[in-house]
């Protein structure tokens, strides 16, 4: 069964650096696109970073471009989220994703909060 563990969130100031880890498991990692996503309280959840199988080309929504980086190691079934020069506008809870078998699967997710 596909399990998706996040961890890596915490509390931190304006201007500083987190970095999340999503554990997958259940499937054959190495062959599919892994993304990220997150959702501030009253808000729908938005698309953060997508990294593809092969080759690890990675996208980002404008919001975070330049200040995110999405990495993945397939010897251990991990995929990254590097956030730098967080903004109070990053804090939610941040969901690791992929879609298998046609099917999206989640996380718990890990809460990310930017303040001073």
């Known amino acids: 069964q596909v399990q998706l563990v996040e961890s890596g969130g915490g509390l931190v100031q304006p201007g500083g650096s987190l970095r999340l880890s999503c554990a997958a498991s259940g499937f054959t990692f190495s062959r599919y696109a892994m993304n990220w996503y997150r959702q501030a309280p009253g808000k729908e959840r938005e698309f953060v970073a997508v990294?593809?199988?092969?080759?690890?080309?990675?996208s980002y929504p404008d919001s975070v471009k330049g200040r995110f980086t999405i990495s993945r190691d397939n010897a251990k079934n991990t995929v990254y989220l590097q956030m730098n020069s967080l903004k109070p506008e990053d804090t939610a809870l941040y969901y690791c994703n992929v879609i298998w078998v046609g099917r999206n699967y989640w996380g718990q997710g890990t809460q990310v909060t930017v303040s001073s």
């Open positions: 990294i593809t199988p092969v080759g690890g080309s990675t």
